[in-house]
């Protein structure tokens, strides 16, 4: 249950990065509600991070959670912002995938 609570503090984290992206190039009073939403996302994103680190090493439950908003930031770039998808992107998001995998097989918990 721990790894899927620090699962989705990763996703919140992929959903303020980009509610603040989404803030940058809106204007006026729908920029607001992305700030809201970022805010929002902030929050539940450091409660789950809390939450999970409660019963997973705070090293290995910090970097599944940044790895995770990494890797979901930088799909959510390419595929809604336009951001370059080149080989040696793709080659280091699936290496990363494959560093969080390895933390999950190592890890005790």
């Not at 996703?11 to 992206?21: D, H, Q, Y």
């Not at 992305?34 to 805010?39: D, E, L, M, Y």
Request: charged share 10%; net charge positive.
């Amino acid at each position: 249950m721990n790894w899927i609570i620090l699962i989705i503090a990763g996703l919140f984290e992929v959903g303020f990065t980009t509610c603040l992206a989404k803030a940058r190039i809106s204007s006026g009073t729908v920029s607001l509600y992305w700030i809201g939403g970022f805010f929002i996302s902030l929050s539940l994103s450091m409660y789950f991070l809390y939450k999970a680190t409660q019963t997973l090493p705070l090293g290995t439950a910090y970097a599944v959670w940044t790895g995770i908003g990494a890797v979901g930031t930088a799909l959510i770039g390419i595929l809604f912002f336009k951001e370059p998808a080149d080989c040696w992107r793709l080659f280091f998001m699936v290496t990363l995938i494959a560093s969080i995998a390895g933390l999950k097989f190592v890890s005790s918990h």
